[in-house]
């Protein structure tokens, strides 16, 4: 059963700190995953990917400041967030079950999770 539960969104200043979770079923859980996020109007974009060996790849809008790893004991995905900025805000969603490596894109995952807002002030 295919089942992804994001948390850790919430209101921060510019230039906080948040860590994203993504509790995955161990159905669901494994090899591509990945963080997305989307704001009204505009397509869901890329912010990071990870391998099941952990090789990871980010969009260049978050290279240095956001960091995505997976602990595999827990089947849990994250994203550490720091140096949050304005344009960060946007409802972040877990995927799994990609089909391609490493992929930013949208279309080659298969489950998603129901999203989280983060707000990020100015």
């Known amino acids: 059963q295919v089942h992804l539960v994001e948390s850790g969104g919430g209101s921060v200043q510019s230039g906080g700190s948040l860590r994203l979770s993504c509790a995955a079923s161990k159905y669901t859980y494994g090899a591509y995953m990945g963080w997305f996020r989307q704001t009204p109007g505009k397509e869901r974009e890329g912010v990071a990917s990870?391998?099941?060996?952990?090789?990871?790849h980010y969009a260049d809008s978050v290279k240095g400041r956001f960091t995505i790893y997976q602990d595999n004991a827990k089947n849990t995905l994250y994203l550490q967030m720091n140096s949050l900025k304005p344009e960060d805000t946007a409802m972040y969603y877990c995927?799994?079950?990609?089909?391609?490596?490493?992929?930013?894109?949208?279309?080659?995952?298969?489950?998603w999770g129901q999203g989280t807002q983060v707000t990020v002030s100015s």
């Open positions: 990870i391998d099941s060996d952990d090789s990871v």
């Open positions: 995927a799994a079950r990609g089909r391609l490596s490493l992929s930013l894109l949208p279309q080659y995952y298969n489950a």
